[in-house]
């Protein structure tokens, strides 16, 4: 072979080699300065920012997902912070899973970007981490978020509490159905232990709660519940068993039983006045009225002084609120009551075991 026609082959040689090196480097640069997906993608701004990772736990089924997406990617690229990674929520694991892995890539704060379920699924991976739970409000309810002052209307405030903001170790509840009721399908994990952020309620409540119509719920927000209760108000009155801590069981006629780890509620209205989110305790409430709409017109004037800081204790009243702490309270009902922890209908219960864990969840505040 011409030495001519060897070095002509080794330079075309070469040449190939340098053009694939090329095109692979150019293709890595090209895929660095995409915009991120939704399955924890970043970007090129991953090698050159400094600062905490972000991660947003996402409900893509809520309306405003995109602009949260958006807003958090703009708010990072100004604070010259690292772009966050998102996460997308699924009906078969609604924000667990998402948020365990986001703490495994590495995330120092995990945002949850939903509604009240979502903030109890990126609550029950982050209980006993350490790791920072950041709120943005996309839901009815957003009760965590009222209860911590967090902006419900605006991502931008939103995510300057979550960039900017200190962190706050916050008590968790507990919820366990130990009996259901003899006519309820058993669900796959008898057992499970709820995690409740502001309220678990037997009765009534949870009644509204079930009985809320999804579609309603999007349309008019958390007014869709009041709708719902409704059709309860004229219901019977349950037989009730409580016992708290090692006290002795006392027996009550009730509408509802709720169990609160701190007490504001939609629409301005404070269930449980006294109630402090790391005080390592639960606040009880036991409602009851009797004498129809006559003493539910007496139980909401009730609430709304008990809000204002003014108490009723006289006797003799046909709607009222008795409130007394515990740390773990076991409450049955033989006939079977729904139940709910933070809005999440669990099923119709005869007994229920609540109990709090303190200071087990680091949340990100104002």
Same mark, same amino acid.
């Given at each position: 072979?011409?030495?001519?026609?060897? !070095? @002509?082959? !080794?330079?075309?040689?070469?040449?190939?080699?340098?053009? =694939?090196? =090329?095109?692979?480097?150019?293709?890595?640069?090209?895929?660095?300065?995409?915009?991120?997906?939704? *399955?924890?993608?970043? @970007?090129?701004? *991953?090698?050159?920012?400094?600062?905490?990772?972000?991660?947003?736990?996402?409900?893509?089924?809520?309306?405003?997902?995109?602009?949260?997406?958006?807003?958090?990617?703009?708010?990072?690229?100004?604070?010259?912070?690292?772009?966050?990674?998102?996460?997308?929520?699924?009906?078969?694991?609604? $924000?667990?899973?998402?948020?365990?892995?986001?703490?495994?890539?590495?995330?120092?704060?995990?945002?949850?970007?939903?509604?009240?379920?979502?903030?109890?699924?990126?609550?029950?991976?982050?209980?006993?981490?350490?790791?920072?739970?950041? /709120?943005?409000?996309?839901?009815? $309810?957003?009760?965590?978020?009222?209860?911590?002052?967090?902006?419900?209307?605006?991502?931008?405030?939103?995510?300057?509490?979550?960039?900017? @903001?200190?962190? #706050?170790?916050?008590?968790?509840?507990?919820?366990?159905? =130990? &009996?259901?009721?003899?006519?309820?399908?058993?669900?796959?994990?008898?057992?499970?232990?709820?995690?409740?952020?502001?309220?678990?309620? %037997?009765?009534?409540?949870?009644?509204?709660?079930?009985?809320?119509? *999804?579609?309603?719920?999007?349309?008019?927000?958390? +007014?869709?519940?009041?709708?719902?209760?409704?059709?309860? /108000?004229?219901?019977?009155?349950?037989?009730?068993?409580?016992? /708290?801590?090692?006290?002795?069981? !006392?027996?009550? #006629? %009730? #509408?509802?039983?709720?169990? $609160?780890?701190? $007490?504001?509620?939609?629409?301005?209205? =404070?269930?449980?006045?006294?109630?402090?989110?790391?005080?390592? &305790?639960?606040?009880?409430?036991?409602?009851?009225?009797?004498?129809?709409?006559?003493?539910?017109?007496?139980?909401?004037?009730?609430?709304?002084?008990?809000?204002?800081?003014?108490?009723?204790?006289?006797?003799?009243?046909?709607?009222? +609120?008795?409130?007394? #702490?515990?740390?773990?309270?076991?409450?049955?009902?033989?006939?079977?009551?729904?139940?709910?922890?933070? @809005?999440?209908?669990?099923?119709?219960? !005869?007994?229920?075991?609540?109990?709090?864990?303190?200071?087990?969840?680091?949340?990100?505040?104002?």
């Amino acid at each position: 072979m011409p030495g001519e026609l060897v !070095v @002509g082959i !080794v330079a075309l040689g070469v040449a190939l080699v340098a053009l =694939t090196v =090329t095109l692979v480097l150019w293709s890595r640069s090209r895929s660095r300065g995409r915009a991120p997906g939704r *399955d924890g993608a970043g @970007g090129a701004e *991953d090698d050159a920012a400094h600062g905490p990772r972000i991660a947003v736990v996402i409900n893509p089924s809520k309306e405003g997902a995109a602009d949260v997406q958006e807003t958090a990617e703009r708010v990072c690229a100004e604070a010259a912070l690292p772009r966050p990674r998102f996460y997308s929520t699924t009906v078969d694991d609604p $924000g667990t899973g998402q948020a365990r892995q986001a703490v495994a890539d590495g995330a120092e704060v995990v945002v949850a970007a939903g509604g009240d379920g979502t903030v109890r699924a990126v609550a029950e991976a982050l209980t006993g981490t350490g790791t920072p739970m950041g /709120l943005i409000p996309v839901g009815t $309810g957003n009760l965590l978020a009222r209860n911590l002052d967090i902006p419900l209307t605006s991502v931008t405030e939103a995510l300057t509490i979550v960039l900017g @903001g200190k962190d #706050r170790a916050i008590d968790v509840g507990r919820a366990r159905i =130990t &009996e259901f009721a003899p006519d309820v399908e058993q669900p796959d994990e008898p057992d499970a232990a709820h995690i409740f952020l502001v309220i678990a309620g %037997l009765g009534f409540d949870a009644a509204m709660v079930a009985d809320a119509d *999804d579609q309603l719920k999007a349309r008019v927000g958390w +007014i869709a519940y009041f709708f719902a209760g409704a059709r309860h /108000l004229h219901g019977r009155r349950m037989h009730a068993s409580i016992r /708290l801590d090692d006290g002795e069981e !006392v027996s009550a #006629r %009730l #509408r509802s039983i709720m169990v $609160g780890n701190c $007490g504001r509620l939609p629409g301005g209205i =404070t269930l449980l006045p006294d109630a402090i989110i790391d005080d390592g &305790e639960l606040d009880v409430a036991a409602i009851d009225t009797r004498g129809g709409l006559a003493g539910w017109a007496q139980l909401l004037g009730e609430v709304v002084a008990q809000g204002l800081g003014v108490r009723n204790d006289l006797p003799g009243k046909i709607g009222r +609120i008795d409130h007394i #702490r515990a740390r773990h309270v076991v409450i049955r009902v033989p006939e079977g009551e729904q139940a709910q922890v933070d @809005g999440d209908p669990l099923g119709r219960a !005869v007994e229920l075991v609540t109990w709090v864990e303190p200071g087990a969840l680091v949340v990100r505040t104002a």
